[in-house]
Nanobody
Framework: QVQLVESGGGLVQPGGSLRLSCAAS????????MDWYRRAPGKERELVAT???????NYADSVKGRFTISRDNAKNTVYLQMNSLKPEDTAVYYC??????????????WGQGTQVTVSS
């Protein structure tokens, strides 16, 4: 089995910064793409950022220039540095990982979610 554990959410004022982390553990052969999603109240889930194993990244237009996704392959961990936060960034943030397990089967896994609230 594979688990994703997120951390780093919280309450921050507009213009502030937060850094989210998501660590994958378990029977892992290789972690492929890793993503951050978010779901705001009353809205559908949104893909925020993606990073593949080679390091190439992609971002939603709403966060380009403010958020940075990165990963530490040795730790099977993905990060989301969020700067210049806005109230509309308030949401539950989820990490998602495409994992090749020790059995060489491939599945996607989700973290439990971490709340980010941007408010004065």
């Amino acid at each position: 089995q594979v688990q994703l554990v997120e951390s780093g959410g919280g309450l921050v004022q507009p213009g502030g910064s937060l850094r989210l982390s998501c660590a994958a553990s378990g029977s892992i052969f290789r972690v492929n793409a890793m993503d951050w999603y978010r779901r705001a109240p009353g809205k559908e889930r949104e893909l925020v950022a993606t990073i593949i194993s080679g390091g190439r990244t992609n971002y939603a237009d709403s966060v380009k220039g403010r958020f940075t996704i990165s990963r530490d392959n040795a730790k099977n961990t993905v990060y989301l540095q969020m700067n210049s936060l806005k109230p509309e960034d308030t949401a539950v943030y989820y990490c998602n990982a495409d994992v090749t397990k020790g059995t060489l089967t491939r599945s996607t896994y989700w973290g439990q979610g971490t709340q980010v609230t941007v408010s004065s």
